[in-house]
């Protein structure tokens, strides 16, 4: 039996290789250098042409349109939750009937711009007045807001069906195989078992979607919802001052950011027992 009678003296760190410059990392800093002058010109922009008066007559107005969003985003997020679940069921029905049913409609609402979507909600359904009148409906269809939630929903169903039925593909085969080895009941497993695995798989689309979201609302806009994008061509038609669309794009990107963080926070939690 052999042993060590000296030790290897530490050695140093190799030498960095210098990466030589080619030309896509050339274009690349030039690149970065253009974006960095545009921003620097944007906000000097923004600083010069700053007038209190203006944001103190139509920042209510922004508040007020901040909200009329963040609104229609939040109901349309959670009532396209509920209608996805069953649209993702009947996605992965044995039965063709149902299976068809659902792909047809995901496959429209996905297949087609919300704007359209918008446009036949709002425009179409009003050529059917006495029959919505004879059920009771037209008190909903009549009102520019509710038109607007409404496509929203529908829309966002189609998708969040389509990212649920996936992600709960996603769960290994033998999570079903074990659950019904232990006895436990079907709905049961599904409810407990598979749909928390199918969850956390989803939570990535699922934000990204509703950031999708956030920033096709602005299409609401065009059948007079006063929303952020509302109220911003409203004060663009009395000022002419192109800045009303900047100060909506960065309303419209503190929202984007503040959902990414949130949804990285949540991501972060409800995966702390996947990381090492």
């Given amino acids: 039996m052999s042993y060590a009678e000296t030790l290897i003296p530490p050695q140093p760190a190799p030498r960095a290789v210098a990466k030589p410059v080619t030309a896509s990392r050339l274009i690349g800093y030039l690149l970065v250098a253009f974006w960095a002058l545009l921003a620097a010109l944007l906000i000097f922009t923004v600083v010069a042409g700053w007038d209190p008066d203006k944001f103190t007559h139509y920042g209510p107005r922004y508040l007020h349109g901040l909200w009329i969003t963040l609104s229609l985003v939040f109901i349309s997020v959670i009532c396209g939750a509920v209608l996805s679940l069953p649209l993702a069921m009947a996605r992965l029905s044995k039965y063709r009937a149902l299976n068809w049913l659902a792909y047809g409609y995901i496959y429209f609402f996905r297949g087609t711009p919300l704007l359209a979507q918008l446009f036949l909600v709002y425009y179409g359904l009003g050529a059917f007045r006495p029959q919505m009148e004879a059920v009771g409906l037209w008190w ?4 520019a807001w509710y038109c ?4 929203m929903t529908i829309n966002t169903a189609a998708y969040q069906a389509e990212i649920l039925r996936g992600a709960i593909e996603s769960v290994p085969h033998g999570q079903h195989e074990a659950a019904a080895a232990l006895g436990i009941h079907k709905v ?8 928390p695995q199918a969850f956390i798989v989803a939570l990535r689309p699922y934000g990204n979607e509703i950031i999708l979201l956030i920033k096709g609302s602005a299409v609401v806009a065009i059948i007079t919802v006063l929303d952020l994008m509302g109220e911003t061509r409203y004060a663009f038609s009395r000022t002419f001052d192109y800045q009303t669309y900047l100060w909506a794009a960065i309303f419209y990107l503190a929202m984007v950011e503040a959902l990414r963080h949130l949804w990285n ?3 972060r939690r409800l995966t702390r027992h996947l990381k090492r």
Avoid: T, V
């Avoid at 909903?140 to 009102?143: A, N, P, V």
């Avoid at 607007?148 to 496509?151: E, T």
């Fill in 140 to 143: 909903f269809f009549r009102d």
């Fill in 148 to 151: 607007g939630l409404f496509a």
């Fill in 265 to 267: 926070w949540i991501e």
């Fill in 188 to 195: 049961i497993a599904f409810r407990k078992i598979i749909l």
